[in-house]
Every structure is written in structure tokens, then in C-alpha cells.
């Protein structure tokens, strides 16, 4: 009995550990994340908006495509270098990246974004998305979005996106914070509108499945925003 229960402590010791050594190992990737996505104001003052942004997503994992080119570029060392401003981001792509609410200071002086994908991005919330869509430059110029397999995401910050004036194509799927279902006719089993999708000229919107939601539209015809 004696050394029954010894190998039980030790046991619980071991699992006592372990379970210690993994939340460090979470602490410090949050850590590190965090400092990743930390906004340097007299960097973008510096290089310009642009380029400061560029840094920013490519040290978080993501990529971005910059205006006049078909190449997209992920590594942080091979960044084009020329004159200041010459390069604007057109799109990016931050699937599986660490980008954080802490870091979008960075998309203030962006004007010529047009793509945006959020695709298993860990730390993608409602309040991103509130962030972005408030974003003037950004209401201007994206016209298509995805929003896809990000935990964190709910109706909330779905329907902030309605401030996009000009998106004309918007995916949303695998969102298990969304948990609302839509018949055909654009109502949610608790009586709700699906409206909030409306994100400018035009939205053609299909739900399905509550968890597991496709949202596509484009542009057919001019709408007024709705009133949340």
C-alpha cells in the first residue's frame, strides 16, 4: 500500500508539471505574440503607413500583396525596399497568423486595401472587426472579406461589418461563436434579421446551420446601410 501510494503522488507530481510547463510554454507565446503586435507610432511616422503595416503582418505570420503586383510576400527580410510610399498594400492574407486587436493601430493609414482574409486566426475577436470596420480608409476600399474558422468571432462583430460601404463579397464560415440559424427568408430562429450583413451596395446573403455559416454576396443593386 505504502508504494501504491507513493506512485499516485509522484503521478499527480508529474501531472502537476506538466500541466505547469504547458500554461508557461501559453503564457510565453501570449507573451511573445503580444509584443509582436505592439504598435511603434515613430516607426510609421518614420516609413509610412504602408511599410510600418507590411512589418507588422509579416512578423505576426501573415502575408500581403502590395498594389501593381501579383507576388505575395511573407518573408519579413525580403520586403522591397524603394522610395517611401512607393509600395501600398492591396491585400492581406492573415491565415493561422498571431494578429491581435493590440496591433490594429496599424491599418489606420492604410488606402488602397482591397482583399482581407481572416482564416484561423487564434486572436481574431468581435472587437477586430469592430476595430476595422471603423476604419474610414478601409470603409472605402475593401471590397471583399473572408472570416473564417475564428473561435472568437460571434454575430457582434459580424454585423459591424455593414460599415464596409463598398464590400462586395464577403465568406464567413466555421464560426461557432455565431450560433444563430437563418430560414430562407433572411430570419434567425429567434425572430431576428440577418440584415446586419448588409455591407453597402447590395448584399445577397445564404446561412446555414447556425455554426457553420457561408455568407456570400455581390453587388446587384444600391441599398441604404441598415439601421442596427
Not at 492573415?94 to 491599418?107: N, V
Not at 474558422?149 to 464577403?170: A, F, M
Amino acid at each position: 500500500m505504502f508504494q501504491i501510494r507513493d506512485m499516485r503522488l509522484l503521478s499527480k507530481a508529474v501531472q502537476c508539471a506538466v500541466s505547469q510547463r504547458e500554461w508557461s510554454r501559453r503564457h510565453f507565446w501570449g507573451w511573445l505574440n503580444a509584443v509582436f503586435n505592439k504598435v511603434d507610432y515613430e516607426r510609421i511616422k518614420a516609413v509610412g503607413p504602408d511599410r510600418a503595416a507590411a512589418e507588422w503582418l509579416l512578423r505576426c505570420g501573415a502575408k500581403v500583396r502590395f498594389q501593381g503586383f501579383d507576388r505575395w510576400h511573407h518573408d519579413y527580410n525580403g520586403l522591397p525596399t524603394g522610395p517611401l510610399g512607393r509600395y501600398k498594400i492591396q491585400a492581406i492574407d492573415a491565415t493561422e497568423s498571431c494578429i491581435m486587436y493590440r496591433g490594429f493601430d496599424h491599418l489606420d493609414g492604410l488606402k488602397h486595401v482591397e482583399e482581407i482574409k481572416f482564416n484561423k486566426c487564434i486572436y481574431i475577436e468581435d472587437t477586430c472587426l469592430e476595430r476595422l470596420s471603423s476604419i474610414e480608409n478601409l470603409q472605402e476600399s475593401v471590397y471583399m472579406m473572408e472570416v473564417v474558422s475564428c473561435g472568437n468571432v460571434t454575430d457582434k462583430g459580424i454585423v459591424t461589418l455593414h460599415k464596409l460601404r463598398n464590400l462586395e463579397y464577403l465568406f464567413l464560415s466555421d464560426l461557432p461563436g455565431n450560433q444563430r440559424q437563418t430560414d430562407d427568408s433572411g430570419q434567425t430562429t429567434d425572430g431576428t434579421s440577418t440584415s446586419g450583413f448588409s455591407a453597402g451596395p447590395g448584399l445577397k446573403a445564404s446561412c446555414f446551420l447556425g455554426c457553420v455559416i457561408t455568407v456570400m454576396y455581390r453587388c446587384l443593386f444600391k441599398v441604404k446601410d441598415p439601421v442596427l
